[in-house]
């Protein structure tokens, strides 16, 4: 599986990063986090680098070594760690500044591929000083606009080059599975868990552009591949990343699984960092199973604040499947693999032509179809055209938009005929004359 690349766009302040990042996305875009140590908008988003082509944009704070009052920099360094490439954008008016030096004595020890982008280029001023910024020894350069768009064409180019297509893995039959979640929710200690009571491998094969190390676990003779287990172990260990940064940082380990299982802490109950990753997950189609985690320590209140909050997360998945433990004692983590193993089924599920007929023609005659301008929606024939997720095209008198009722009226509908709950469902609707 391939996985869509994470750009950094890192400097020192105020020499037009977020510039840069609203012209890449298309849009002026920002999420604010009121998480203390983050005082400033971060934003994330994507571009486009070619036709079918995206990657993951990270618009950091600037950053100032060896000046960090309220935690900035180390923000900036997690998304650095967090990313493929990173866009070095210096400002061409003001030339090579002692700042720029520090930044990128910082930023090399990271050892990521980098581009540097020497901005307000389209001045004299910034012609004259451009030879200036060799002495960095950054052999990818872009000189170009971001206020005015001028000189991206060089930048693409330089991106593209940059962050080859992930190789596709070969098949070996074991699923794929992500542990992902909120910073400090006990993902590091399931996976300590999991893998200390499980036989337990390492394979160096790369998967992705960053060639992460995965860690095969055996369950009664059945082999579950962990995606990025290193990655994961790494990133479990930021406890004050904001939210927007580790949905990011779960959609990267997403993309390259079968199935994700979600950890959120019983106490916190769901929150809304829970629901975006849970988004990301349903977004994307993928199998999922939620982990309850530290359901011992649960009290009177905390139980009643996820009871409340339950809900909507179980709305959003259509009812994924739940695994109340503690990862900390192993109580509870004796559930876990069978509801993987279930989720993997359903994920899998495949039909006969005719069954995928007779249920849509059951779930059509018990609710009648939207009509528009005076003329019904009317079903002609369907069939199972892939799984993972379990996708059916139709064939009607006329298509139906994304976010018809309808639509969703059958989706649930199949997904409760076969019982496959949390299971997401794909209709591709067809239009016949």
Sequence with gaps: MTQTPTIAIVGR??????????????????????????????????????????AHLIDTGGLVPGDDPIGLNRQV?????????????????????PADERVWQELRRSGKSTILVVNKADTKLARANVHEFSRLGIGATALLSAEHGSGLPDLFAAMDEHIAEAP??????????????????????????????????????????????DTIVEHEGTPYRLVDTAGIRR????????????????????ESADLAILVIDAAAGVTSGDLAIAGAIWE???????????????????????????????????????VNC???????????????????????????????????KTLVSRHRPPSEQGRPWKFYYATQVTTAPPTFMLFANRTMSRSSTYRRYLENGIREVLELPGIPI???????S
Excluded: Y
């Design 284 to 322: 994307l189609g993928r199998a999922a199973v939620v982990v309850v985690n530290k359901w011992d320590l649960l009290d009177g209140d905390a139980r009643d604040r996820l009871d409340d909050t339950w809900p909507r997360l179980a709305s959003l998945m259509a009812s994924p499947g739940r």
């Design 13 to 54: 302040p105020n020499v037009g990063k977020s510039t840069l990042f609203n012209r890449l996305v298309g849009r002026r875009q920002a999420i604010v986090h009121d998480q203390p140590g983050a005082t400033r908008d971060r934003v994330t988003g994507d571009c486009s680098l070619g036709p079918g082509r995206r």
């Design 426 to 432: 794909r209709l591709v609707i067809r239009r016949r």
């Design 77 to 97: 360094l997690i998304a650095v760690e967090e990313s493929d490439l990173l866009l070095f954008v210096v400002d061409g008016k003001d030339g090579l500044t």
């Design 326 to 360: 503690s990862a900390e004692t192993g109580r509870g983590l004796d559930k876990l693999f069978p509801a993987v193993e279930r989720a993997l089924e359903g994920f899998n599920r495949t039909l006969p032509t005719s069954e995928v007929n007779d249920l849509f």
């Design 235 to 254: 990133r479990s260990r930021v406890e004050d990343a904001p939210e927007e940064l580790a949905v990011m940082m779960a959609r990267r380990q997403i």
């Design 168 to 213: 596709f893995e070969p098949d070996d039959g074991a699923p794929r599975l992500a542990i992902v979640g909120r910073p400090n929710v006990g993902k590091s200690s399931l996976l300590n868990r999991w893998v200390g009571s499980e036989r337990a491998v390492v394979s160096e094969r790369p998967g992705t552009t960053r060639d992460p190390i």
